[in-house]
């Protein structure tokens, strides 16, 4: 895999090669010594244009865990506070030949379009409301860790999947693993045909008790430009996930950062059904492995540089310390 823009870019095998890998990382993450020399001599840069805590550094000890060289660059205190553009940051930061960017955006296919200003792996970390595929992979990590499969699995995402892009990826990747996904909230925040990438809608959490997974998602207010509920105390009565709608054996999800209160309840969220904890630990191995998978695991033609894959470490030193 040259980039990894979106769960389009994976089918099953891809996912699950994925998440055996970051398996194999997790028992690296319990030893003393959790570095490994895999992808010594590589550069990475993390390229954040939004803000984030658990995505940018489950990256930045992602890459440090597997002996990359990385430079973090977050919009504030860049020279993108000067007007630099996208395409002049892309080319400037090109120049100093890193292997991989990792970017974050607040526009929608800005991850793509920036493989075309650089010839370094490109990877999305989330770009606007379109897609956040190392969350979906990460999520699709912790089912598997906690359910051995996913076939067959009815998955609800509950709350604001208008502005989500986890959503979007989530939709793609649970389904690729087989599980039977359903998106549910307000009419008003519910994109219309969103049937499309494979999923069923409902209105209402009146049937939410079929599910094995509920996953909630964030209200996005930064995203809302007008107003989509009538308000959040409202949107808290008919769709919050609390005690009172779920039964303990249903599995509880969310992407982060939570409004507590709101799509979740402080009590469901922090209860024993909730895999919150996990998928953050998640996030570290999975985005270890998919930095393998860029810039270690498969052919990536480089202009004048080689095969990317010559320089890495093989997968067979990824149990050796650094
Ligand atoms: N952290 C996730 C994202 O960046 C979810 C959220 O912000 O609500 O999309």
């Known amino acids: 895999m040259r980039h990894l823009l979106s769960i389009e870019d994976l089918d099953r095998a891809g996912i699950e090669r994925i998440c055996e890998r970051a398996r194999s990382f997790a028992d690296v993450a319990r030893r003393d010594i959790k570095k490994v020399p895999t992808l010594r001599g590589r550069t990475v840069v993390n390229l954040f244009y939004e803000s984030s805590t658990r995505t940018s ?39 100093l030949g890193p292997d991989a960017i990792v970017i974050r955006a607040p526009h929608a296919g800005a991850a793509q379009l920036i493989t075309g200003w650089t010839d370094a792996a490109v990877i999305n970390a989330g770009d606007g409301k379109h897609e ?22 009815r998955i609800w995402i509950v709350g604001d999947v208008l502005h989500s892009r986890v959503a979007r990826s989530c939709i793609r990747a649970f389904g690729l693993m087989g599980a039977e ?20 809608v409902s209105y209402t959490l009146d049937d939410i008790g079929e599910a094995d997974v509920v996953y909630g998602l964030r209200m996005q207010r930064e995203r809302m430009n007008g107003s989509f509920v009538p308000s959040l105390r409202e949107y808290a009565i008919h769709y919050q996930l609390n005690s ?49 998978e860029v810039l270690a695991g498969g052919e990536r033609p480089r202009s004048g540089r ?11 030193s990824i149990g050796e310390p650094a």
Do not use: W
């Not at 550094?57 to 919009?75: G, N, P, Q």
């Not at 996904?181 to 069923?200: D, M």
């Not at 059904?273 to 930095?291: F, K």
């Open 57 to 95: 550094s489950s990256f930045e000890l992602a890459a440090k865990r597997l002996s990359a060289d990385l430079v973090s660059i977050k919009s504030a205190g860049s020279s993108v506070d000067k007007g630099e553009s996208l395409q002049d940051t892309v080319a400037t930061l090109t120049a």
């Open 181 to 200: 996904v359903t998106v549910a909230g307000p009419p008003t925040l519910i994109p219309r045909g969103i049937e499309e990438l494979g999923c069923a």
């Open 306 to 316: 080689g095969d990317a894959s010559s320089g890495a470490t093989s997968p067979a």
């Open 132 to 153: 956040h595929p190392t969350q979906a992979l990460l999520d699709v990590h912790t089912l598997l860790e906690h359910l051995g499969r996913l076939d067959g699995k």
């Open 244 to 292: 009172r709608r779920l039964n303990p054996r249903q599995l509880v999800m969310h992407p982060g950062p939570v409004n507590r209160g709101i799509e979740i309840s402080p009590e469901t969220m922090d209860g024993p059904s909730s895999l919150i904890t996990s998928q953050v630990a998640s996030g570290l191995v999975v985005r270890m492995a998919v930095l393998y």
